[in-house]
């Protein structure tokens, strides 16, 4: 009897865990492009980081263009903030859809501190019109 109790509850666990263990997809809305957001990009930006630099030093945009920014770690642990945009990217959250409303130049840095160079670890988003 104690072994058939443990059997079953072993059986219990096992789907228990298993239904735990689904993973979320970064792409909602079942692979048709919209976001969470609600909006669906036109265009797409990757920003690669690695220790200390990102791979570009400004990165363009156009005004009124929805645009998924995705973040890259190639090396190192980093994060983008661009307040002019109220984007933040990191290890957890690593794209987002926006769409920016007026042009001009945003300083983006580093959000995740990475060390030494950390500070250096700027650039630009330039939206034009």
Same mark, same amino acid.
């Given at each position: ?9 072993? *059986? ?7 239904? *735990? ?31 200390? +630099? ?26 983008? &903030?661009?307040?002019?945009?109220? &984007? ?14 007026? +042009?001009?130049?945003?300083?983006? +840095? *580093?959000?995740?501190? *990475?060390? +030494? ?13």
């Amino acid at each position: 009897m104690k072994k058939t109790l443990a059997v079953v509850f072993s *059986c219990v666990l096992i789907l228990v865990l298993s239904a *735990c263990g689904a993973s979320k997809s970064d792409d909602s809305a079942s692979g048709s492009g919209v976001t969470e957001t609600g909006v669906a990009p036109s265009e797409e930006l990757v920003i690669k980081a690695t220790n200390y +630099a990102f791979d570009q030093k400004e990165y363009h945009l156009k005004k009124g263009v929805p645009v998924k920014i995705t973040l890259e770690n190639d090396e190192g642990n980093h994060g983008v &903030l661009i307040p002019g945009l109220e &984007l933040q990217l990191d290890g957890k959250n690593k794209s987002a859809v926006v769409t920016p409303e007026k +042009a001009g130049t945003f300083e983006m +840095a *580093c959000s995740v501190f *990475c060390g +030494a160079g950390h500070s250096g670890m700027i650039a630009k988003v330039i939206v034009d019109e």
